[in-house]
């Protein structure tokens, strides 16, 4: 099986950044697409960003659009997400996804990449914005 690690939560003020990091191992294959999520205390898990490895296509949730970008290295099996100008509403447990059927989890349908169907999943890196 894949196993998919998150690093890089923390604790920051409004208005403050991070930098999340998932690596996965061992590599999932050629083809895949890979999706941050997050769930707050009583809520439900939502889709935050994906990409398409192959192209780099990515998709987002309105919630943060122009906030918040994703991105791969994969050559070190690597998805980033670059979150800026965190709110208190962004308080979350965030989780890193991964991936092979690149059909369900078409990266040119939001509502379709963004959705909780992904194969694999990590543990989660809780980010804290006060």
């Known amino acids: 099986d894949v196993q998919l690690v998150e690093s890089g939560g923390g604790s920051v003020p409004f208005g403050g950044s991070l930098k999340l990091s998932c690596v996965a191992s061992p590599y999932p294959g050629s083809d895949y697409s890979m999706g941050w999520f997050r769930q707050a205390p009583r809520k439900q898990r939502e889709g935050i960003a994906a990409i398409y490895t192959v192209t780099g296509s990515t998709a987002y949730a309105d919630s943060v659009k122009g906030r918040f970008s994703i991105s791969r290295d994969n050559a070190k099996n690597t998805v980033y997400l670059q979150m800026n100008d965190l709110k208190p509403e962004d308080t979350a447990m965030y989780f890193c996804?991964?991936?092979?059927?690149?059909?369900?989890?078409?990266?040119?349908?939001?509502?379709?990449?963004?959705?909780?169907?992904?194969?694999?999943w990590g543990q989660g890196t809780q980010v804290t914005v006060s």
């Open positions: 996804a991964a991936s092979d059927d690149i059909v369900a989890v078409d990266i040119n349908t939001p509502r379709l990449c963004l959705r909780p169907i992904y194969n694999y």
